[in-house]
């Protein structure tokens, strides 16, 4: 909705898979948290843990998504990732392999990618064994992990003596690291989020703070169109309008379409926000306006839309909305002459 805005709004043809993953912008207004109509992000929550994450790139924004659970919350992950993200902890790994895959979480077992990857680097797993180990951990299948734990560091032959999987130790990490490795991968599994999974949110939510930021007026306008029937929420992002310095003008039947549109500096009412109107009136009252011109008064309004899907309730809220305002300025004189 809101790349067609753009366009309509004659500023050119967006494409959201092109859009620069580095805007400062973006992601200043994201520190500030101003966030609401961002998707995954308006909440109060998480609107609070952007403000502390303070993200600054697009491997933040995942983590985001991953961080903002129950686990990762009560746990400590979320405390220590913001810590050492900002230089006021130090990032801690149990063994120096691990940084290469663990250093954009500073150290956190975030994603179940991570836990794979460290059965696989640190065990020689199969890619396919690993995400056996993954998805045990995930289901807290205690009697799988038992077993896969003395594999994970001892390592298993196959029946004619080859290793299936080298094991920890015979690849060089002493027995203790070890151990404490497996118990840290045991507690953090679980909290464990899939990483593509977290990436995809991720970007949606990226790119409509992109829009938010780089194009309000056409973005809230869509925003607007996707509550339409959802009155509370309505009422919310024309708060955010006015927030944002954006005037949200009136309904007009000469002027507002179905959903809410960019009217110069402005947004317009749509019309199917207003109540008691169905959709079939409304589009109806739009052909019959381009095709034979704007309504010129009161009376001419209720002669080329009578016998049409418009009936006595809903041109009371049109007149009510201030949607015939254009008609006639009087509505008390519109409500008494409607009979």
């Known amino acids: 909705g809101a790349v067609k805005n753009i366009e309509a709004n004659g500023k050119?043809?967006?494409?959201?898979?092109?859009?620069?993953?580095?805007?400062?912008?973006?992601?200043?207004?994201?520190?500030?948290?101003?966030t609401l109509g961002v998707f995954q992000l308006e909440s109060s929550?998480?609107?609070?843990?952007?403000?502390?994450?303070?993200?600054?790139?697009?491997?933040?924004?995942?983590a985001l998504v991953a961080l903002y659970r129950p686990g990762p919350l009560e746990s400590?992950?979320?405390?220590?990732?913001?810590?050492?993200?900002?230089?006021?902890?130090?990032?801690?790994?149990?063994?120096?392999?691990?940084?290469?895959?663990?250093?954009?979480?500073?150290?956190?077992?975030?994603?179940?990618?991570?836990?794979?990857?460290?059965?696989?680097?640190?065990?020689?797993?199969?890619?396919?064994?690993?995400?056996?180990?993954?998805?045990?951990?995930?289901?807290?299948k205690h009697d799988v992990l038992e077993r896969e734990r003395e594999v994970f560091l001892h390592g298993q032959?196959?029946?004619?003596?080859?290793?299936?999987?080298?094991?920890?130790?015979?690849?060089?990490?002493?027995?203790p690291t070890a151990r404490a490795l497996f118990q840290e991968i045991e507690s953090f599994a679980s909290y464990a989020f899939n990483k593509s999974h977290a990436a995809a949110y991720a970007?949606?939510?990226?790119?409509?703070?992109?829009?938010?930021?780089?194009?309000?007026?056409e973005f809230m306008a869509a925003l607007l169109t996707s509550v339409l029937d959802n009155t509370d929420k309505v009422i919310e992002y024309i708060g955010e309008c006015g927030r944002m310095g954006i005037k949200v003008l009136p309904p007009d039947v000469?002027?507002?379409?179905?959903?809410?549109?960019?009217?110069?500096?402005?947004?317009?009412?749509?019309?199917?926000?207003?109540?008691?109107i169905g959709r079939g009136c409304i589009r109806e009252l739009i052909a019959e306006r381009e095709e034979n011109?704007?309504?010129?008064?009161?009376?001419?309004?209720?002669?080329?839309?009578?016998?049409?899907?418009?009936?006595?309730?809903?041109?009371?809220?049109?007149?009510?909305?201030?949607?015939?305002?254009?008609?006639c300025k009087n509505r008390h004189s519109m409500l008494e002459g409607l009979e």
Not at 12 to 34: C, F, H, S, V, W
Not at 131 to 139: E, F, L, N, P
């Open 12 to 34: 050119g043809k967006i494409d959201l898979n092109e859009i620069p993953i580095d805007d400062a912008k973006t992601y200043d207004m994201l520190q500030r948290g101003d």
């Open 45 to 62: 929550g998480m609107t609070a843990l952007v403000r502390r994450l303070r993200p600054d790139c697009f491997e933040d924004m995942i």
């Open 76 to 140: 400590g992950m979320v405390d220590t990732y913001v810590k050492c993200k900002h230089g006021e902890d130090t990032v801690h790994y149990l063994h120096p392999k691990l940084e290469p895959y663990m250093k954009d979480t500073y150290g956190v077992i975030l994603y179940q990618e991570q836990v794979m990857q460290i059965f696989r680097d640190l065990a020689g797993y199969s890619l396919g064994r690993a995400d056996i180990v993954r998805r045990a951990m995930a289901k807290k």
């Open 157 to 175: 032959q196959r029946e004619d003596g080859s290793w299936e999987v080298e094991g920890c130790l015979r690849r060089g990490v002493d027995e």
């Open 203 to 217: 970007f949606v939510s990226y790119q409509t703070a992109y829009l938010k930021c780089h194009y309000p007026r």
């Open 254 to 276: 000469n002027i507002s379409g179905e959903g809410f549109t960019v009217s110069g500096d402005a947004i317009r009412f749509g019309l199917l926000a207003v109540k008691n």
């Open 293 to 327: 011109g704007p309504f010129l008064d009161f009376s001419d309004f209720c002669e080329r839309m009578y016998g049409k899907e418009t009936n006595k309730r809903a041109v009371e809220s049109l007149i009510k909305s201030g949607a015939l305002d254009c008609a």
